[in-house]
Nanobody, 121 residues
Framework: QVQLVESGGGLVQPGGSLSLSCVAS????????MGWYRQAPGRQRELVAT???????NYADSAKGRFTISRDNANNTVYLQMNSLNPDDTAVYYC???????????????WGQGTQVTVSS
Protein backbone atom coordinates (compact mmCIF):
# COMPACT_ATOMS: atom_id res chain seq x y z
CA GLN A 1 0.00 0.00 0.00
CA VAL A 2 1.17 3.50 -0.84
CA GLN A 3 0.55 6.73 1.05
CA LEU A 4 1.20 10.36 0.21
CA VAL A 5 1.49 12.74 3.14
CA GLU A 6 1.58 16.49 2.62
CA SER A 7 2.84 19.17 4.97
CA GLY A 8 3.45 22.89 4.93
CA GLY A 9 0.08 24.52 4.33
CA GLY A 10 -1.20 27.44 6.34
CA LEU A 11 -2.15 31.09 6.34
CA VAL A 12 -0.01 33.65 4.53
CA GLN A 13 -0.46 37.29 3.63
CA PRO A 14 -0.75 38.42 0.00
CA GLY A 15 2.69 38.68 -1.55
CA GLY A 16 4.08 36.11 0.85
CA SER A 17 5.63 32.71 0.32
CA LEU A 18 4.85 29.20 1.41
CA SER A 19 6.49 25.86 0.85
CA LEU A 20 4.71 22.51 0.60
CA SER A 21 6.21 19.05 0.76
CA CYS A 22 4.88 15.57 0.15
CA VAL A 23 6.44 12.22 0.98
CA ALA A 24 5.45 8.96 -0.65
CA SER A 25 5.82 5.83 1.44
CA UNK A 26 4.87 2.18 1.34
CA UNK A 27 5.56 -0.67 -1.05
CA UNK A 28 6.98 1.47 -3.82
CA UNK A 29 8.48 -0.06 -6.90
CA UNK A 30 8.83 3.01 -9.10
CA UNK A 31 7.64 6.59 -8.91
CA UNK A 32 7.02 8.21 -12.25
CA UNK A 33 5.29 11.57 -11.98
CA MET A 34 4.87 13.61 -8.81
CA GLY A 35 3.00 16.85 -8.57
CA TRP A 36 0.48 19.19 -7.05
CA TYR A 37 -3.14 19.97 -7.79
CA ARG A 38 -5.45 22.35 -6.00
CA GLN A 39 -9.15 22.80 -5.45
CA ALA A 40 -10.78 26.04 -4.39
CA PRO A 41 -14.33 26.14 -2.96
CA GLY A 42 -16.91 25.68 -5.70
CA ARG A 43 -14.29 24.90 -8.33
CA GLN A 44 -12.89 21.78 -9.93
CA ARG A 45 -9.54 20.37 -8.96
CA GLU A 46 -6.86 21.84 -11.23
CA LEU A 47 -3.24 21.20 -12.05
CA VAL A 48 -0.61 23.33 -10.37
CA ALA A 49 2.62 21.62 -11.40
CA THR A 50 4.11 18.20 -12.09
CA UNK A 51 7.63 16.81 -12.31
CA UNK A 52 8.84 13.55 -13.81
CA UNK A 53 11.49 11.25 -12.39
CA UNK A 54 13.90 12.78 -14.89
CA UNK A 55 13.16 16.29 -13.71
CA UNK A 56 10.94 17.54 -16.52
CA UNK A 57 8.40 20.01 -15.20
CA ASN A 58 4.98 21.22 -16.26
CA TYR A 59 3.24 24.25 -14.75
CA ALA A 60 -0.21 25.71 -14.96
CA ASP A 61 -0.17 29.20 -16.45
CA SER A 62 -1.24 30.59 -13.08
CA ALA A 63 1.85 29.06 -11.45
CA LYS A 64 4.50 29.97 -14.01
CA GLY A 65 7.05 32.43 -12.70
CA ARG A 66 5.77 32.23 -9.12
CA PHE A 67 5.85 28.56 -8.12
CA THR A 68 8.73 26.10 -8.34
CA ILE A 69 8.33 22.34 -8.14
CA SER A 70 11.26 20.13 -7.21
CA ARG A 71 11.81 16.55 -6.28
CA ASP A 72 14.11 14.40 -4.16
CA ASN A 73 14.03 10.98 -5.79
CA ALA A 74 16.15 9.36 -3.10
CA ASN A 75 13.58 10.28 -0.44
CA ASN A 76 10.41 9.99 -2.55
CA THR A 77 9.60 13.62 -1.83
CA VAL A 78 8.17 16.42 -3.92
CA TYR A 79 8.22 20.10 -2.99
CA LEU A 80 6.33 23.16 -4.10
CA GLN A 81 7.79 26.58 -3.39
CA MET A 82 5.11 29.24 -3.80
CA ASN A 83 6.05 32.91 -4.02
CA SER A 84 4.07 36.08 -4.64
CA LEU A 85 0.92 34.43 -3.36
CA ASN A 86 -2.42 36.13 -3.87
CA PRO A 87 -5.94 35.39 -2.61
CA ASP A 88 -6.73 33.48 -5.82
CA ASP A 89 -4.19 30.87 -4.69
CA THR A 90 -6.37 29.99 -1.71
CA ALA A 91 -7.30 26.32 -2.03
CA VAL A 92 -6.73 22.85 -0.72
CA TYR A 93 -3.51 21.62 -2.30
CA TYR A 94 -3.27 17.91 -3.09
CA CYS A 95 -0.14 15.92 -3.68
CA UNK A 96 -0.37 13.57 -6.66
CA UNK A 97 1.85 10.74 -7.82
CA UNK A 98 1.82 7.98 -10.39
CA UNK A 99 3.42 5.00 -8.68
CA UNK A 100 3.97 1.35 -9.45
CA UNK A 101 3.77 -0.66 -6.29
CA UNK A 102 6.49 -3.26 -5.89
CA UNK A 103 3.91 -6.07 -6.11
CA UNK A 104 2.18 -4.75 -9.24
CA UNK A 105 3.03 -4.61 -12.91
CA UNK A 106 1.17 -1.38 -13.68
CA UNK A 107 1.31 2.11 -12.21
CA UNK A 108 -1.63 3.77 -10.48
CA UNK A 109 -2.53 7.30 -9.44
CA UNK A 110 -2.33 8.21 -5.77
CA TRP A 111 -3.47 11.32 -3.91
CA GLY A 112 -2.64 12.86 -0.58
CA GLN A 113 -5.24 14.01 1.89
CA GLY A 114 -4.77 17.67 1.02
CA THR A 115 -3.39 20.67 2.86
CA GLN A 116 -5.12 24.03 3.16
CA VAL A 117 -3.40 27.13 1.83
CA THR A 118 -5.09 30.42 2.67
CA VAL A 119 -3.85 33.74 1.35
CA SER A 120 -5.43 36.60 3.23
CA SER A 121 -4.57 39.82 5.00
Amino acid sequence: QVQLVESGGGLVQPGGSLSLSCVASGSIGSIYVMGWYRQAPGRQRELVATITSGGSTNYADSAKGRFTISRDNANNTVYLQMNSLNPDDTAVYYCYSRIRESSRAIAMDYWGQGTQVTVSS
